[in-house]
């Protein structure tokens, strides 16, 4: 697979759907639609604060869905088309079930993924992670934290996502053969209740699991207040997707193995930037495959200080 990489930081805004300026009406429209609430998506957001300074003749929107349905996302992708909406970049919920509609919204505007590719729609190009490389890293943090073996079971937001099913592929193709296993993967529709509940049932359902992993980035927090709640911080091992506050700080104390961290806000930056070169008739920046792979990173206790203070220094800008 041919692959182009992007480097980038993150920082977090809010671009918020219909504050344009003055003249927005004369600009064209380029939007980024998530798959459903989460601070994760702040940093994205940001990439897109940088990207409307560089693209005046555009009007950059942010949108969440109200909850994280395929029906919903739809319902605000076809708003958005209906509007005159050039290009969107989205996150699809449901790839596989979504193709149809994604096909549509391909006809009508330039269409991008990131975060969750889908593959077999008409989507000119995809800007995110290899999913599959970052499960990979953090099967490898699990074989590193349980060299005798255990039981470890997974939680993430939506099972049925790319993003999720690769990452879980990935874990397993690393730890296949050895005394790891990943027993079980729970899933809880970006519910936050249900997310740390579902933690909660597994302490109670296994006394004997070993080690637990957050596949999404608020999945590792609820994790770790679980543990916490029940005083079992440091004898479960727990390994975390992304750069959440409480992931990082629990990283830094040592309750945390490591986590896998992502750069959304390059996709939403590099993303933006493409489908406005794009619309203008540069097409050089998409490669042949489409798949344009921004690197992850493995942030655990020898390098979590330096890539804390990263952030926090571009949070100040």
């Not at 509609?101 to 505007?109: T, W, Y």
């Not at 596949?215 to 916490?228: A, D, G």
């Amino acid at each position: 697979m041919q692959r182009l990489l992007v480097a980038g930081v993150s920082v977090v805004f809010a671009v918020a759907l219909g504050l344009g300026s003055a003249n927005a009406a004369d600009k064209k429209v380029l939007a980024f639609v998530v798959n459903g609430a989460s601070d994760f998506w702040k940093i994205a957001e940001a990439g897109v604060k940088k990207a409307q300074g560089e693209l005046p003749n555009y009007e950059l929107q942010f949108k969440y869905p109200e909850q994280a349905a395929a029906a919903v996302q739809q319902r605000v992708m076809d708003d958005l088309v209906a509007a005159g909406a050039a290009g969107i970049m989205v996150s699809a919920v449901d790839p596989k079930n979504q193709t149809e509609h994604l096909n549509k919204i391909a006809s009508q505007a330039l269409l991008f993924t990131t975060d969750s590719d889908a593959p077999a729609s008409k989507r000119v190009g995809y800007i995110g992670s290899s999913n599959t490389d970052l499960g990979k890293d953090a099967g490898k943090m699990m074989l590193k934290a349980l060299p005798n073996g255990g039981k470890c079971v997974g939680f993430v937001g939506l099972p049925g996502a790319d993003n999720a099913r690769e990452r879980i592929e990935g874990v397993k193709e690393t730890i296949k053969g050895s005394k790891v296993e990943l027993v079980d993967v729970r899933g809880d529709e970006i519910d936050q209740t249900r997310a740390k509940r579902n933690v909660e049932d597994i302490l109670a359902a296994m006394p004997d699991v070993s080690c637990l992993v957050g596949f999404y980035s608020y999945n590792t927090p609820r994790i770790y207040e679980v543990l916490k709640e029940a005083g079992k911080l440091g004898k479960i091992q727990i390994i975390g997707f992304d750069e959440d506050p409480i992931t990082l700080g629990g990283v830094k104390e040592g309750s945390i193995v490591g986590t896998v961290v992502q750069q959304p806000f390059e996709w939403g930056y590099q993303g933006m930037k493409l489908m406005a070169s794009y619309i203008g008739g540069d097409k050089s920046g998409i490669p042949a495959n489409g798949i344009i792979i921004v690197p992850g990173k493995v942030i655990d206790k020898s390098n979590v200080d330096d890539f804390m203070a990263s952030m926090k220094a571009m949070l100040k800008k």
